[in-house]
């Protein structure tokens, strides 16, 4: 963007592990939820199980319509998916879109051994 703010991230304090997109005219363009809450708490206790217990996060436009979701595959070479369904995949830049994926999944680290933080 040539030095200027293009889109920003941003953590939705009401809903637990939920991020916005929102671009420069404060325009939300899609939302990551986590898909799986409910193994949170496992995965706190356990880690994260060679996989088994990995955050899965949905993305959803601005209706609430799922419009794809990220796998990570620990068989696979490269571990990592984002698939998208056809109509939905101009919410987005795809590159802005991978980007705010790479940073949520990178920020809130699944650790492989269990702990409380």
């Known amino acids: 963007g040539k030095g200027k703010e293009v889109a920003r991230l941003v953590k939705k304090s009401s809903s637990p592990r939920t991020w916005e997109f929102v671009d420069a005219d404060n325009n939300p363009k899609f939302i990551l939820k986590d898909d799986a809450p409910s193994i949170y708490a496992a995965r706190k206790l356990f880690g994260y199980q060679g996989g088994a217990l990995r955050s899965r996060y949905g993305i959803f436009d601005n209706d609430d319509r799922r419009a794809g979701y990220t796998f990570m595959d620990p068989m696979s070479a490269d571990r990592f ?8 995949a101009r919410i987005a830049h ?19 051994y269990p702990t409380i933080f």
């Open 94 to 112: 795809p590159a802005q879109m991978l980007a705010a994926i790479l940073y949520v999944m990178s920020y809130e680290k699944d650790s492989w």
């Open 81 to 88: 998916q984002v698939h998208m369904d056809f109509a939905f």
